[in-house]
């Protein structure tokens, strides 16, 4: 019985394996190409390429009226006419439909964007055009994911700002926060060739560093934007003095092994209890059933795009969905949702949030990384600055601490 035991899991664990490799081979833009030559320039806004406009100009978030008016009309008309199965009043099977009226009808009845938007814009925003591109910055480097924006960002960059004040902190060093959005998000222009991919965002990234005057700077990342700071580490070491995430994805072949002996003897893998806990099996097993989005989405995503971008409805559940399952993984049973073989050498920070799904080892983190901070956090998931700003802040300045700012 021992060893059908064992052979069952050495066969999970070369699967996991060669899935976990097959995952990298279909989104290669979770890895970097291994040598450090990254093009110069590039160009991906409309018409045949010209100099960019330089200029840092002043930007405010408006809506118009017309368009609000048409949300709340596809809200009023849109068709929940379906129900859960009887047996399954949860969101194991995506979005629950009963819980969805009650969404629908708080964004149609209770929801003010107007509101919301006086508080986006009571941070100085700016434009600025790079590769033929616009770029929305909120005046460390904080990237954003999928699927959020700066919005994410509001609860947190008060705290860095001033962190004496807001947190407690005795650190002496003042943050200047620049919180971009990803070029497609939110008010920055959308890439209007093929071939952009988290390099070519780490380069306009780095550039536009450099235009705000930041030669050297720090960066911090989740989800894509762990991978966008992953990758301007690793092109761009001479303009980064630090590396603070609280996502990663580790792909090389050390990793791989680590996670295949990981599903057999997690206890013998990782030093952490909470990967003895919950096994690397358990992990990856979790990850393959949450990511059926992401192979849509980099394989034909004016399919799924036309879709989303018509309704208002589709696009909520879509992604409540993931604000769901990413926030807590145990939500998914309640009603109502409740990389390579590159090494980056620059001192990195990691906060591993016990509820998000894709949270790494120390020992994987460290096949990949120059962790001189790993913080087990006591509480968030997957969208950390968003639900858990102090603790993210927080460990932001012991992560400071640990490295050279000169």
Known sequence: M??????????LAISVAIITYAIYAINKDFSASHSRNIAVDGWFGRGKERKDDERIAPFKISVSEEAIQDLKFRLKNARINYEPLEDCNDFS??????????????????????????????????????EGLKAIIVPLLILHGWPGNVFEFLKIIPLLVDPIQQIGSDISVTFEIIAPSIPGFGWSAAPMKK???????????????????????????????SNIATNIAFYYPENVIGLHLNMALV???????????????????????????????????????ETGYMHIQATKPDTIGAALNDSPIGLAAYILEKFSYGTNTTYRSLHDGGLTNRYISIPTGYAAFPEDLMKQPE?????????????????????????????????IIRFVRTIQLE
């Open 2 to 11: 021992i060893m059908s035991n064992y052979s069952l899991q050495l066969i």
């Open 93 to 130: 099977y995506g979005f629950n439909s009963k819980y969805l009226k009650y969404v629908a009808n708080y964004w149609l009845n209770k929801y003010n964007w107007k509101y919301h938007e006086s508080i986006i814009n009571t941070l100085p925003q700016f434009t600025t055009e790079i």
């Open 195 to 225: 071939g952009f991919n988290t390099e070519v965002a780490a380069r306009i990234f780095n550039k536009l560093m450099i235009r705000l005057g930041f030669s050297r700077y720090l960066l911090q990342g989740g989800d894509w934007g």
């Open 251 to 289: 792909f090389n072949w050390k990793a791989l092994l680590y996670a295949a002996f990981g599903i057999i003897a997690p206890r013998l893998a990782y030093s952490s209890q909470t990967f003895h806990q919950r096994a690397t099996g358990a992990l990856l097993k979790d990850m393959l059933e």
């Open 363 to 395: 020992e994987l983190m460290r096949t990949m990384y120059n962790i001189t901070n790993y913080t087990e956090i006591k509480a968030g998931g997957h969208f950390a600055a968003f639900e858990e700003p102090k603790l993210l802040a927080s460990d």
